[in-house]
């Protein structure tokens, strides 16, 4: 089963950081996230401006709940981008 990500660019999850990864592609962060049974999202911190895709030296946080676990509301913070794992499984 692949994991599905929605994006949110300019802010970052305050929940309790699980793992943090450095020097890592968005592909890898998401990879990681996926085959982690207990992350729900990851923030990615300092991503330069342009297409995230194309950049290899990402650092991600990976996260262990979800904003409305906790009632939570995201902070801006412009140069990250917060990614939360879909809970809805994808087509067949």
Do not use: W
């Not at 999202?41 to 990402?58: E, Y």
């Not at 946080?61 to 990250?80: E, F, K, Q, W, Y």
């Amino acid at each position: 089963m692949n994991a599905q990500f929605t994006a949110t660019a300019g802010k970052q999850s305050p929940a309790y950081v699980t793992q943090s990864l450095t020097g890592q592609t968005i592909r890898k962060c998401a990879k990681q996230c996926a085959h982690t049974e207990y992350c729900m999202g990851f923030n990615v911190l300092n991503a330069a401006a342009g297409s995230i895709s194309t950049q290899t030296s990402l650092n991600c946080n990976m996260l262990s709940v979800r904003l409305a676990d906790l009632s939570l509301t995201l902070n801006n913070a412009a140069s990250n981008v917060y990614y939360e794992r879909s809970t809805s499984a994808p087509p067949p």
